[in-house]
């Protein structure tokens, strides 16, 4: 039990770091920010409407009198599709499903940064894997039910994907 507590601190550590990252770089690109995580980390802070209540993105953005969000994703590995081939990112379904209905609720973008470390290179694309990339959750990407295709048997939790090529890198 206690080596999983470990392992969500070592990871919740590793995400944190990753905002930080991304919050200096949108500071110097002259987006002003209001980051969330500087709050605590036993409750999230939420957006709420009349029906429900929305986990807020990490960090909201200003810039040129709008205003958008950026949830930060760190991750240490790129994921190949079995079908494609192509070299791909994502989240967790729920949480891009999350964000989807925020983004249409408020009227406002939410863009899925990938903080990108720790990679091997990109053989394929002659450049490196590690960085900082992002897309808009309103993009077409596309959903893994977390189901192993020959035997049906759930592996892991649904994910949403995007493929390297509608992937912007900051």
Request: with cysteine.
């Amino acid at each position: 039990m206690e080596q999983k507590q470990i392992n969500f601190k070592e990871a919740l550590a590793f995400g944190e770091e990753g905002e930080k990252e991304v919050a200096e770089i949108l500071i110097k690109k002259g987006i002003n920010i209001l980051p969330l995580y500087q709050f605590t980390t036993e409750q999230a802070p939420k957006i709420i409407n009349q029906n429900n209540n929305y986990i807020s993105p990490d960090l909201t953005c200003f810039f040129n009198g709008k205003c958008f969000f950026v949830e930060v994703k760190s991750k240490n590995r790129w994921t190949i599709c079995p079908k494609t081939k192509r070299t791909e990112t994502g989240c967790d379904y729920r949480r891009y499903k999350h964000y989807l209905e925020l983004s249409e609720k408020t009227g406002l973008k939410v863009l899925m940064v990938f903080n990108h470390i720790n990679n091997k290179p990109f053989e394929h694309l002659n450049e490196s894997s590690n960085g900082f990339f992002y897309v808009d959750v309103k993009e077409k990407g596309r959903y893994w039910n977390g189901h192993n295709e020959k035997t049906n048997k759930k592996i892991h939790k649904p994910i949403y994907f995007w493929n390297y090529n509608q992937l912007t890198r900051i």
